[in-house]
């Protein structure tokens, strides 16, 4: 096993049915989901935050490195590491620069719009 392959996901992400296609098995999302998932991205209030910190969140979802937890207000994030994870939620996250509060992280843009995509 080549430790760098991408995590294969079996059910998806947001609404945790069985994924068929291979396509859905690497996005870690149905097709609906993951058309909902890029709709909630184009909402206006994810347009306040910064475009660059918005597409570092877009690829993070696309990448299923984050994932909801407890009815889809806090999220676990896999750091870009690949072990440590952080819990990020809209309003606030656990990583280093989040802790510190003076930036919104890119964790909690995309926990964001999750959150609306739920
Ligand atoms: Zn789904
Ligand atoms: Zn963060």
Same mark, same amino acid.
């Given at each position: 096993?080549?430790?760098?392959?991408?995590?294969?996901?079996?059910?998806?992400?947001?609404?945790?049915?069985?994924?068929? +296609?291979?396509?859905?098995?690497?996005?870690?999302?149905?097709?609906?989901?993951?058309?909902?998932?890029?709709?909630?991205?184009?909402?206006?209030?994810? +347009?306040?935050?910064?475009?660059?910190?918005?597409?570092?969140?877009?690829?993070?979802?696309?990448?299923?490195?984050?994932?909801?937890?407890?009815?889809?207000?806090?999220?676990?994030?896999?750091? +870009?590491?690949?072990?440590?994870?952080?819990?990020?939620?809209?309003?606030?996250?656990?990583?280093?620069?989040?802790?510190?509060?003076?930036?919104?992280?890119?964790?909690?843009?995309?926990?964001?719009?999750? +959150?609306?995509?739920?």
């Amino acid at each position: 096993m080549n430790a760098a392959a991408t995590t294969e996901h079996t059910h998806c992400l947001r609404c945790r049915r069985v994924l068929r +296609s291979a396509r859905s098995v690497a996005a870690g999302y149905g097709p609906t989901c993951q058309r909902k998932v890029r709709e909630a991205a184009k909402a206006e209030v994810v +347009s306040q935050y910064k475009a660059h910190l918005v597409a570092k969140a877009e690829e993070l979802i696309e990448q299923g490195g984050i994932i909801a937890l407890r009815g889809h207000r806090i999220f676990q994030v896999v750091a +870009s590491n690949g072990t440590d994870t952080y819990k990020a939620a809209p309003q606030g996250c656990t990583c280093a620069a989040g802790l510190k509060g003076k930036h919104v992280c890119y964790h909690r843009i995309a926990a964001h719009i999750l +959150s609306l995509a739920a």
